[in-house]
Every structure is written in C-alpha cells, then in structure tokens.
C-alpha cells in the first residue's frame, strides 16, 4: 500500500480527487502517492509559460471520415435530413433495428438468474469462440476439428484486427501489409498503428466502376515474400466490388506461391449474398488448402450489434502445437490493452448460434435486411433511370453490400449535402441501409442535380 494519505479509509477513487482538487488548488504535493510525484510537479498551476494549461499546445484534431458524417448529419434541423454515411441498418422507417432473435436471446439471459457479472477469460466466451470460428470457417471445417484454430474475443471487427495486427508485428517475421486501394478508412490507422507497414495494391478500376484484377495480380505478384494481405471476405467496403470466385482462386494460387499470409476482414457475412455460408467462401478456400491466415469477424452488421462490440480474431495455423503457442501470445497482447472482453454481446451471439431454432431464426431475419438492401438498389437505380440522369448507373445493381460506391465527386457530395441535407462519405459511397422507398426520390433528385450541375 502507498502510504502517507491524510483521508484514511477512503477508496482510492475518492483518494484521487482528493489529491486532484489539493494539487488543483495550489495548497500542497501532501497526500499525493509517491508514484504520483509527476503530477504534483506538473507546472500546472497557472503559469506555465503564461498558459493556464499543459495542453495548450493540443490542436484540434479532424473528425473521422467516416463517423464524423453522423456528427455533422445530428447537428443539421431540417426535417429531410437524411444520413448514408455510417454502415449501419434501418428499416424501411428509417429506424435503427434490434433483430427479433437478438431480444428473444436477451430475455433469455436476463431470465436466467444463474448468470453472474464474472470477468471472461482473457480470449472472452469459450462457447463464442468455438461457435464464430464454425461460423466462418464452416461447421465441419478440418481446420477447427484438429484444433489448429485459435480463436479470441476481441471488440467487434475493429478490435479483432488491431488485436491480429499487434500479434504480428510482434511475432511474424514480415512487417509489411498491403491493403486494396481503396479500402475502409480505419484499415491504415489500425495496423498503422500497431506497427506494421501499410502498402497498397490496385483493387477497383473507376473506368470500368468494377475490379482492376489485372492491376490486383500484379501487384501482389510484385509484393515482398511473406507480406501480409489484408482481403475483404466479401462486400468490399467502400467499392461493392468482389473478385468472382475464379478470381479468388487465382488470388490463392498466387498467394500461396509467394508465401503471403492472408489476413480477411469479415465485417459483412450474410449481408452481400444474404447466406452466410456463400459470404464466407473466399476464406474457406485458402483454409481448405491447409495454409495459415486470419481472420477478423464482426458481428455488429449480420447480428445488428453495434454498440455491443462483438468480434473474433481467428488465426488458422498449421497444427494444434502451434496454435496453443499463438494463443499464448494473443493473451499476452490483450491483457494490458483490455485485460478481457465484454461478456453481454458475445452471450447473445453464443446463444443464437447454439441453438438450431435460433440460428434458422437469424438467418432469415438477416436474409431480410440484405433483400432490403438489394430492393433499394433496384429502387435507386430505377429512380435515375426514369430521370434520365445523365450516366450509366448499373453498377448501383451490380454492386453488393451495404454501400454503393456512387461515383460521385467530393464536390458532388458537398452539394447534396448543402442543397439536400444528404450526408454522406466524401468518396462518394451510400450506405444503401439507410435508404427507404420514401427517401429514394429525395436522393435521386439531389444525384441528378449534382451530376447535372457539377460535371
Ligand atoms: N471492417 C470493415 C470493412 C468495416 O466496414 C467496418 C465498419 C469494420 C471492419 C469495423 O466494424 P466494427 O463495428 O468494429 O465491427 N464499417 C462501418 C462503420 C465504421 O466505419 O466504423 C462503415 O464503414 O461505415
């Protein structure tokens, strides 16, 4: 215990604020911990260089490209607002959606008066893992019977791929990534900052609005051995744009050759096709042929859990040996980022995918979302059709996903959003999600007199 505080019994929270108003009001360093000397020496009291403030020098940082969409769309009053910038569902009211499967697993879990508020262990929910890992990789899947899959809890997709990226660049030999140009915008940011190497390679042509494979295949052919690749496992993320599975074959072939270790984002299981054993089909095959990859899985798109921040990191290794040795490790890096995952979402996701009922359920309520999705498309594209607004706009029914990748210019996005109350990403992409056939004609006015207007 530290020693030397004046308030006696009082918890350390209370100990804290303690010091903090003393230190804030000038009076004295007693009472502060020893290992809090810093603070008590900060120049914090007013005159530090005639600022009153340490962080003066912090400036104002920009807002997400992606999430900073929502901020601004909350601050607009007019009634017609109408926000496409996050990736995230509504129905045809315009309303965020909670699956009935989701509810009907959350009273079952309130009902049980056996559950407790324990920690998890450092990899999360034992059952979660199993079951995510079968999710993606196929129930009968060699891989996860022989044991040679570990797989951990991690906070929805965007944790599971830092958690994957800091384990390797601790522990795989090659430190340089390539990700699809364009890709989602975190994707640089998180393995960025976990110390990899970010490097591109060509993923769409916006000529042909469709994939530069040729462009794809070299540059993976020309990328250092071992690089990593990071590929969308489908419903690429902001283009639409999937290889076919021919395409994906040859990708394979390719990677395999040149010793890449493939690393897939699946962030839309279900969501392009509607079946999530079609959705995963790229992974599996570089499984099926025995190699290693990772995987990172999010569950806030098909299950609708956002806010609860579910995912998994799964990393298929070559023999059980090894992968009891990466899971040593993968604990090594989460416990001081975390120390262990939240256990509210992943009860869900255990509870739907363990029951058959249940998980039919699931799939035909996310069968439902992604047949929305696909309704809006022909809607929009129809809308401009009957317009006669100037372009071809089939890739909007072409594309799969959440999003179509417009086509349209910054400047374009500026002025929807300005004239319309449209918001959206500045690249031009919509998520199809937050569209309804109420709103579709508001938004093919505003496409048409931004093309029409601002060539
Ligand atoms: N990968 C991809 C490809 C992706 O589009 C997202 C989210 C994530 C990972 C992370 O999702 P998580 O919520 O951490 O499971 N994309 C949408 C939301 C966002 O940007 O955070 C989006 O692109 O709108």
């Not at 051995?225 to 489908?234: D, E, K, Q, T, Y």
């Not at 100037?390 to 594309?399: A, L, N, R, T, V």
């Amino acid at each position: 215990m530290h020693g030397g505080n004046a308030s006696g019994s009082s918890s350390p929270a209370d100990r804290r604020l303690s010091a903090l108003v003393r230190h804030l009001e000038g009076s004295s360093r007693d009472g502060i911990d020893a290992g809090n000397h810093s603070i008590a020496a900060a120049p914090t009291s007013g005159s530090y260089g005639g600022r009153n403030s340490v962080f003066d020098h912090v400036v104002m940082g920009p807002e997400d490209p992606i999430l900073g969409v929502t901020v601004a769309y909350n601050k607009d009053p007019s009634p017609v607002k109408m926000n496409l910038g996050v990736g995230a569902y509504r129905t045809e009211e315009g309303k965020p959606l909670v699956l009935n499967v989701v509810r009907r697993a959350e009273q079952m879990l309130v009902n049980d008066s056996s559950r407790v508020k324990e920690y998890l262990p450092i990899v999360g929910l034992a059952d979660f893992n199993k079951l995510s890992a079968k999710l993606i990789l196929g129930a009968d899947s060699p891989a996860v019977q022989e044991n040679r899959v570990t797989t951990v809890q991690c906070l929805s997709g965007t944790g599971s791929l830092r958690v994957g990226a800091e384990f390797l660049a601790r522990h795989y030999h090659q430190h340089t990534i390539l990700i699809p140009q364009p890709t989602w915008g975190n994707h640089p940011k998180v393995f960025g900052l976990a110390g990899l190497s970010v490097k591109t390679y060509r993923y769409y042509d916006p000529s042909t609005r469709g994939l530069d494979f040729e462009g794809l295949m070299e540059d993976l052919g020309s990328a250092p051995s071992g690089a990593i690749v990071l590929f969308h496992a489908c419903a690429h993320n902001p283009t639409g744009v999937d290889p076919t599975a021919q395409q994906w074959e040859q990708i394979r072939q390719l990677a395999r050759s040149k010793a890449l270790l493939p690393f897939f984002d699946s962030a839309y299981q279900g969501f392009a096709s509607g079946n999530l054993d079609t959705d995963a089909q790229s992974v599996r095959m570089f499984v099926k042929d025995g190699g290693e990859c990772i995987v990172a899985q999010s569950f806030a798109k098909n299950m609708g859990l956002y806010g609860e921040r579910v995912g998994a990191l799964s990393i298929v290794c070559r023999n059980a040996d090894v992968a009891g040795r990466v899971e040593s490790q993968l604990k090594l890096v989460i416990r001081p980022m975390y120390s262990n995952p939240p256990i509210h979402g992943a009860s869900i996701v255990a509870t739907v995918l363990k029951d058959r009922n249940m998980f039919q359920e699931w799939t035909v309520e996310l069968k439902a979302m992604a047949d929305r999705i696909i309704n809006m498309r022909t809607q929009l594209f129809d809308a401009l059709r009957s317009r006669g607004t100037p372009g071809d706009w089939s890739h909007i029914i072409k594309q799969i996903g959440m999003f179509t990748f417009t086509g349209l210019n910054s400047k374009q996005v500026a002025f929807m959003t300005k004239e319309y109350h449209i918001y959206m990403t500045s690249d031009g992409r919509i998520s199809m999600a937050g569209l309804s056939s109420r709103t579709v004609p508001h938004l093919a006015d505003a496409i048409h007199a931004a093309v029409t207007r601002l060539a």
